[in-house]
């Protein structure tokens, strides 16, 4: 155990550091407009999603998009076709655990997927002209930033003499088969 015989001090150290976290589930709903009027629907898949986060205020703003393929018959359910869409979405995350003495310039934003833009649901609306389709996704994101560390120092305490490690300590054990 160590004995300090000084002041101890403290030294304020400037770092990078994630200064705040957040997570958001959602669900929202688009409306779909294919160019057959659908009788019944298929199927409906979520695909070539992308985002960027930026931080807006005390919250992370997320800009993403996605393509919606909802796979419908129509013509009294002897045709097929597939309503194609690209979606667009913005989302507020707030931020917990935001670090108030983090510096604002040069913030980091980062933006995991939790989930996938998956379909939840799709229903054929509006007698036949539409088709809303719900869609579930789930994200999460780090803001890294410079923040101000404060810490305990000392100086190292003296050491004592040791005292050599005796030989038989390493010395291999014979085992007999």
């Known amino acids: 155990m160590a004995h300090f015989d000084k002041d101890v001090r403290c030294r304020e150290i400037y ?17 779909i407009r294919p160019a057959n009027r659908p009788s019944t629907i298929g199927g409906c898949w979520v695909m070539n999603h992308s985002c960027s986060a930026e931080m807006v205020g005390d919250f992370v703003e997320v800009h ?4 919606v393929n909802v796979w419908y018959s129509y013509n009294g359910n002897t045709d097929t076709g597939v309503a194609k869409d690209t979606v667009s979405y913005v989302q507020q ?11 604002r310039e ?5 933006v995991k997927v939790l989930q ?7 229903t054929i609306v509006d007698g036949g002209n539409e088709i809303l389709v719900r869609i579930e996704k789930e994200l999460a994101v780090e803001v890294m930033g410079k923040t101000k560390l ?10 004592d003499d040791e005292e050599p490690l005796e030989d038989d300590i390493f010395e291999e054990e014979e085992f007999e088969d």
């Not at 993403?64 to 393509?67: L, N, P």
């Not at 995350?93 to 510096?103: V, W």
């Not at 040069?106 to 980062?110: A, D, E, F, N």
């Not at 404060?150 to 050491?159: A, I, R, T, Y």
């Open 106 to 110: 040069g913030m980091q934003v980062s």
């Open 64 to 67: 993403g998009r996605f393509d």
């Open 93 to 103: 995350i707030p931020l917990r655990e935001l670090d108030p003495y983090c510096s």
């Open 150 to 159: 404060f810490v305990l120092v000392s100086d190292q305490p003296e050491k």
């Open 15 to 31: 770092t990078l550091a994630v200064c705040g976290k957040g997570s958001k589930y959602s669900q929202t709903t688009y409306t």
């Open 116 to 122: 996938q833009p998956n379909c939840l649901d799709a």
